[in-house]
Nanobody
Framework: QVKLVESGGGLVQPGGSLRLSCAAS????????MCWYRQALGKQRELVAR????????DYADSVKGRFTISRDNAKNTIYLQMNSLAPEDTAVYYC????????WGQGTQVTVSS
């Protein structure tokens, strides 16, 4: 069983930055990728970024390329999402997911971009 705890969300002005964290506890040996998803009110869930456990390759949604960076700290079993140049359309609940044989989801953290 893997438990994920997210932190770092909040209210930020347009153009600002936030860093989300997702710390995992439990056995993650069957995990092969770690992801951030988001879901805005009234919209479908969207894959924002992912990073593989093997080699650390990353992928990003077109909407966040060049602004968001996913990273990991293997020693801490933690992933991060650095979000820069935030815009109102980035407002959503952000979820971390550790995926593999089965998927584990965090509880979600609200990010609100507003002046």
């Amino acid at each position: 069983q893997v438990k994920l705890v997210e932190s770092g969300g909040g209210l930020v002005q347009p153009g600002g930055s936030l860093r989300l964290s997702c710390a995992a506890s439990g056995s993650i040996f069957t995990i092969d990728r770690m992801c951030w998803y988001r879901q805005a009110l009234g919209k479908q869930r969207e894959l924002v970024a992912r990073i593989s456990t093997n080699g650390g390759g990353t992928d990003y949604a077109d909407s966040v390329k060049g602004r968001f960076t996913i990273s990991r700290d293997n020693a801490k079993n933690t992933i991060y999402l650095q979000m820069n140049s935030l815009a109102p359309e980035d407002t959503a609940v952000y979820y971390c997911v550790f995926a593999g044989v089965r998927d584990y989801w965090g509880q979600g953290t609200q990010v609100t971009v507003s002046s």
